[in-house]
């Protein structure tokens, strides 16, 4: 199972918007599961979800972070940015028999 | 406090062993898979595999089958990674984390073990 496909970075300025990609194939992102979750890693400390069933935010997750899938891409969007979103950004999905597959992963810079 | 508790930092010789534990407190931690998960220097998440509540079910992904075995006690809250015949490329830093059972997502996550992998 190969990684799912997303860019090495993205940036942008505080207050602005910025949306991650996250592109599978029809085995992963595309197999009808809705099991896609997003993950802010910052270096040294454990990820932390902040998306799961493709677009549902946990509890204390701020409302800035939305997230959809369509077809073999799933995408999460990050409002309002901030200085504190700076962190690299997984995305992660179930393929089926027990088994998950992460995203190359996103270095999300705030300039 | 709802956590997992990691065991220490290992440095290893190429094809040693290394065995992991992964300690929960906080939760029911009897309805949760345990995931393990890779993350070499500079390189992404990479999945490694799960087991199941009881710890009598175990998925590997296809790049650590063979070379990991994941254990539970449940006595303990304790789940362990062994990982053998280890490269230097395996030095990595390796995390636990907790699904509810069919929940689809981690969380939480442990704090991390570095595995250094060095003659």
């Known amino acids: 199972q190969s990684a799912l496909t997303q860019p090495a970075s993205v940036s942008g300025s505080p207050g602005q918007s910025i949306t991650i990609s996250c592109t599978g194939t029809?085995?992963?992102?595309?197999?009808?599961?809705?099991?896609v979750s997003w993950y802010q890693h910052h270096p040294g400390k454990a990820p932390k979800v902040m998306i799961y069933?493709?677009?549902k935010r946990p509890s204390g997750v701020s409302d800035r972070f939305s997230a959809s899938k369509s077809g073999n891409t799933a995408s999460l969007t990050i409002s309002g940015l901030q200085a504190e979103d700076e962190a690299d950004y997984y995305c992660?999905?179930?393929?089926?028999?027990?088994?998950?597959?992460f995203g190359s992963g996103t270095k999300v810079t705030v300039l | 406090q709802v956590q997992l508790v990691q065991s220490g930092a290992e440095v290893k010789k190429p094809g040693a062993s290394v065995k992991v534990s992964c300690k929960a407190s906080?939760?029911?931690?009897?309805?949760?898979?345990v995931h393990w998960v890779r993350q070499a220097p500079g390189q992404g998440l990479e999945w490694m595999g799960t087991?199941?509540?009881?710890?009598?079910?175990?998925s590997y992904a296809q790049n650590f089958q063979g070379r990991v075995t994941m254990t539970r006690d449940t006595s303990t809250s304790t789940v362990y990674m062994e990982l053998t015949s280890l490269r230097s490329d395996d030095t990595a830093v390796f995390y636990c984390?907790?699904?509810?059972?069919?929940?689809?997502?981690?969380?939480?996550w442990g704090q991390g073990t570095l595995v250094i992998v060095s003659s």
């Open positions: 069933d493709v677009s």
């Open positions: 029809s085995s992963d992102l595309g197999g009808g599961y809705n099991y």
């Open positions: 984390a907790s699904e509810k059972s069919g929940s689809g997502w981690f969380d939480p």
């Open positions: 906080g939760y029911t931690f009897s309805d949760h898979y």
């Open positions: 992660c999905s179930y393929v089926g028999r027990s088994t998950y597959v």
């Open positions: 087991i199941s509540p009881s710890g009598d079910r175990t």
